[in-house]
């Protein structure tokens, strides 16, 4: 892949090589031989959510080229969708022709076992001053 990547005659603007084989319905996709792209604008960039509008005139995958790192989920018109690790180090995400609205959110599963951990414990130590609080007016009483 890498040597593909760093040969002179690859463009990235209109070629993208992924990492693993795309879905079974995207294999009977005709793309077309030129980018097709007629608009894509970051509505939001934050650590942990990125918002793109996209508008394009055939389908296509959409490069976001920023690091693909396991965690990120992707969104299009609010319905999750799969990332695919596009040139080595990137997020791509198919997309049908025309207006869509990408969302790339970051919700790494460490976080939430983490969480519900944290949650977990805080609610046995709040049991553990309750039952003591009602242990100490017993025996005051």
Do not use: N
């Not at 997020?91 to 790494?108: C, D, N, T, W």
């Amino acid at each position: 892949m890498l040597d593909r990547l760093l040969s002179d005659d690859f463009d990235p603007s209109r070629f993208v090589i992924l990492e693993e084989e795309p879905v079974p319905d995207l294999d009977q996709a005709v793309l077309p031989s030129e980018p097709d792209l007629r608009q894509a604008r970051i509505a939001l960039y934050s650590p942990h959510r990125i918002v793109v509008e996209a508008d394009l005139q055939a389908d296509g995958f959409l490069v976001l080229s920023d690091t693909y790192y396991p965690g990120w989920k992707a969104f299009v018109d609010g319905r999750e969708d799969k990332i695919y690790q596009a040139d080595y180090l990137f997020r791509a995400v198919f997309l049908k022709q025309g207006k869509h609205l990408v969302e790339f959110r970051y919700s790494p599963l460490s976080f939430r076992i983490g969480l519900g951990i944290s949650l977990a414990a805080g609610a046995i130590l709040l049991g553990i001053a309750v039952y003591s609080s009602v242990g100490r007016r017993r025996q005051r009483g």
